[in-house]
């Protein structure tokens, strides 16, 4: 095999092992969150990467598991679900951990949902998680990152 040949097999490689990374879940770390008495693990998605990536390319997510994007100053924030395979309903959340409004979001859908009003901070859950506990506007969730 020539040099140039090897080459090129091993930029394929590498090409289609990016490729599969970018297609596999991203798991990042979790914290702690609650809602009344509900105890919520929400993974941190505070880089503009781990926001782009979000809960792309799962097909499940425990009960009670959600993930937390974390933006640096509250503006209006829309999510879509391109990639995205589960269901999702989608919390806009005030700095007070105070929930401004809450989305359902159906898999693979490019139509945005968007914050009512400027936000840092998204929780996404299975969707109906805020419905069937009776979370709606208002609602506060508790943890590091709200000023409670």
Known sequence: ???????AISA??????L??????????RSIPLTAGMHVIQ?????????RAIGLMHRKDMPANH???????????????M?????PLSIAFVADDGSIVNIADMKPMDET??????PVRYALEMNKGWFAKRGLK???????QPFAN
Not at 82 to 86: A, D, E, Q, S, Y
Not at 112 to 117: E, G, R, T, Y
Not at 137 to 143: I, P, S
């Open 1 to 7: 095999m020539t040099c140039i040949k090897a080459i």
């Open 12 to 17: 394929l490689a590498l090409a289609a092992g």
């Open 19 to 28: 490729a599969a990374a970018q297609d596999a879940p991203q798991q990042l």
């Open 42 to 50: 929400a993974e941190v998605a505070q880089t503009d990467r781990e």
């Open 66 to 80: 959600g993930m937390l994007f974390v933006f640096d100053e509250a503006s209006p924030q829309c999510f879509w």
């Open 82 to 86: 391109k990639n995205t395979l589960l």
């Open 112 to 117: 945005s949902h968007c914050s009512s009003k």
């Open 137 to 143: 506007a208002g609602a506060k969730l508790k943890g």
